[in-house]
């Protein structure tokens, strides 16, 4: 197994997910063969290989520094669940 | 502070690029708008919106870059640092990390010995900055405001070579001056347009390994950079020298109490999981495009500094004043060519009473109610003594108050120097007759009287004798 059980729980904190007791075994399982099948990458000879940032061969193209989307906040928040003066409210965040 | 204990200090300056739209939407920026009314569908992080890079930020970092002596990379890669917070709608920031836009550089700062220094850069890389959230007046939730997401940052990472507060806040200086230099950052800091990050450690004298540092968060004025730091260096001496150890975190400095304190973040150590983000390609410059971007810059504080010093001969300190931003430089420039060969007076009269009354009212040099031109006149009427210095300072303010030119304001309340000497030898006999034990004093060798007889003088006459002048004649009668 490549992953350990506080590996795969410190994941499901950093991704915000709680993983039930019965859950756990098989998701360290389930989350190892995904790791060990893409480990069979490390066996490629890549020592004259240039990292590659993204599949297409291509550079970035650039947009001119231009206001194109006016303000669309009514239309906007009418998907979200609550809203109060302009703001989004969310279960309030303690610091 | 200790003389056994040496100070490491490192800053991450964040500045804001003054760009009309965000760095990868057309959202405007503008500072102080309702909220969320400058945030849109990419901002907000829907799913099946994408970024699209705006070119003016490239620009920008490509200058300052330049601007530094720094390396641009040919090549560079945006990526995602992921982590929960509800002002971070995507779930992570867009920034970069193992190949930034800006490589290593350099500035130079002056240090307590008045020797430049040089400050290393470690590297400067562009991301988009978080929303807001706002925690007061709203019960039980934290409403969030997500105009400023998505706006463009320039992160400036300076290597550990600073040594003491001071050295901190001049390296801070320097870099806001050079931004607002470029125009890439308005360097506003009440607005949060440039604000800073310090890691601040400390290592006994001698010692090659760095001590445990802690991170300062947040410090937006050159004032709470100093306090903070002074503060934390402090604190962690005391630690050290009680046998403690340093805990390396995250600290926020509370200027209302002036100290600085862990935030105790529940989070677990930093683990961003940084990978290069699909939906960017690599951002790629050549040498075309930097050479363009070379010939758009302007003369920077340094070389400014060091023509002011050979072409007015000025003191230095006073050019590296006047050079801190380009509007003062240019005032003063304006201001000393339209006199003749005065430009020292002129820089005294710049950063002395200019500056001060500026200060006062809190304007900016742009806002001077004093116009360069009009400071060169009462300047000339200085130097061809038509009036003292000290008058020159009373013309000033009524310039201030827009009573008019120096010339008009002399001539109206009839300030001009009384040049003629039999004017003011009657009015110094008059003054040695009127107070005639001073006088036998004086004579008697108390040499300091000579003060107050000039006081004498210049009170009848309302100050307009020339004080060289007076002071001639005084010696004359009173020795004879």
Redo the contacts between chains.
Sequence with gaps: MSLDKDQVQ?IA??A?LHLADDEFAETVQKLSRIVDFVDQLVAAPTDDVVPM??P?N????????????P???EH??QNAA?T???????????? | MSRNWEVVIGLEIHTQLATKSKIFSGAATAYGAAPNTQACLVDLGYPGTLPVLNEEVVRMATKFGLAVNAEIARRSVFARKNYFYPDLPKGYQISQYELPIVGEGELFIEDADGKQKRIGITRAHLEEDAGKSIHEGLDRHSGIDLNRAGTPLLEIVSEPDLRSAQEAVAYMRKIHSIVRYLEISDGNMQEGSFRCDANVSVRPRGQEKLGTRAELKNLNSFRFVEKAINYEVERQIEILEDGGEVVQETRLYDSDKDETRSMRSKEEANDYRYFPDPDLLPVEIDEEYIAAVRATLPELPAAKQQRFIEQYSIKPEDADILTTSRALADYFETAAGATDGKAQVVANWVIGELTGALNKESLEIEQSPVSPEALAQLVSRISDDTISGKIAKEVFEAMWRGEGSADAIIEAKGLRQITDNSAIEAIVDQVIAANPGQAAEYRAGKDKLIGFFVGQVMKETQGKANPGAVNKLLKDKLSG
């Design positions: 410190h904190v950093l915000r940032a993204h297409v291509q550079a970035q193209r650039l947009r001119p520094d231009r206001v194109s989307e303000n669309d906040r906007l928040q609550e109060s003066d302009g703001l989004y409210l969310v279960p309030k965040v303690i610091e």
